[in-house]
T-cell receptor, first 116, second 113 residues
Framework: GAVVSQHPSRVICKSGTSVKIECRSL??????MFWYRQFPKQSLMLMAT?????????EQGVEKDKFLINHASLTLSTLTVTSAHPEDSSFYIC????????????FGPGTRLLVL | GENVEQHPSTLSVQEGDSAVIKCTYS??????FPWYKQELGKGPQLIID?????GEKKDQRIAVTLNKTAKHFSLHITETQPEDSAVYFC????????????FGTGTSLTVIP
């Protein structure tokens, strides 16, 4: 199979703090990982595309200094929400392309972030 | 850029009946169309996909059809079961380019026992 994990599954933090979310491909190498944000009852909104060893490509309107993405290896990408505010509360989901089959995205289980 | 529209936004069916969800896309270069099922509080799970060189694909109770000329594709679920209740998303992309997926707005399916 193609398993993608995320950690933590949910996090509650105070306004002004930073939160790091990890996305790991457990049984395959991922050339590209994607980070999405999803509001209740809405579709997935692409935030950024993360390629191993290079800078992430952010979608229009997504602040790169606020949402720091690091893709240090073929199995790990991290999203850090810096100086979080209540409006950053959302469901964050990562996905990954397999190295040998760059076709289908496999999604992680998501991380629920609540900023108080 | 690509624009994917999905209908209906909500769908209720009786257990055992069939459910059909339809999507249209705008970019004729798109050639890969996956469908994802998302249960509450979880990430989307791939349930079936189709490439543009195929008109129909079936996997047990799930089938997808593609009409390239009309630029639309549909998900068909037969003999629905309560565990099929979830939100379903269609998507369009260009294969093997690492390009992003363009998602539909989702269909909330409820199967009534």
């Amino acid at each position: 199979g193609a398993v993608v994990s995320q950690h933590p599954s949910r996090v509650i933090c105070k306004s002004g703090t930073s939160v790091k979310i990890e996305c790991r491909s457990l049984d395959f190498q991922a050339t590209t990982m994607f980070w999405y944000r999803q509001f209740p009852k809405q579709s997935l909104m692409l935030m950024a595309t993360s390629n191993e060893g290079s800078k992430a490509t952010y979608e229009q309107g997504v602040e790169k200094d606020k949402f720091l993405i690091n893709h240090a290896s073929l199995t790990l990408s991290t999203l850090t929400v810096t100086s979080a505010h209540p409006e950053d509360s959302s469901f964050y989901i990562c996905s990954a392309f397999r190295l040998e089959l760059v076709e289908t995205q496999y999604f992680g289980p998501g991380t629920r972030l609540l900023v108080l | 850029g690509e624009n994917v529209e999905q209908h209906p936004s909500t769908l209720s069916v009786q257990e055992g009946d069939s459910a059909v969800i339809k999507c249209t896309y705008s970019d004729s270069a798109s050639n890969y169309f996956p469908w994802y099922k998302q249960e509450l509080g979880k990430g989307p799970q791939l349930i079936i996909d189709i490439r543009s060189n195929v008109g129909e694909k079936k996997d047990q109770r799930i089938a997808v059809t593609l009409n390239k000329t009309a630029k639309h594709f549909s998900l068909h679920i037969t003999e629905t079961q309560p565990e099929d209740s979830a939100v379903y998303f269609c998507a369009a992309s260009i294969r093997n380019t690492g390009n992003q997926f363009y998602f539909g707005t989702g269909t909330s399916l409820t199967v009534i026992p």
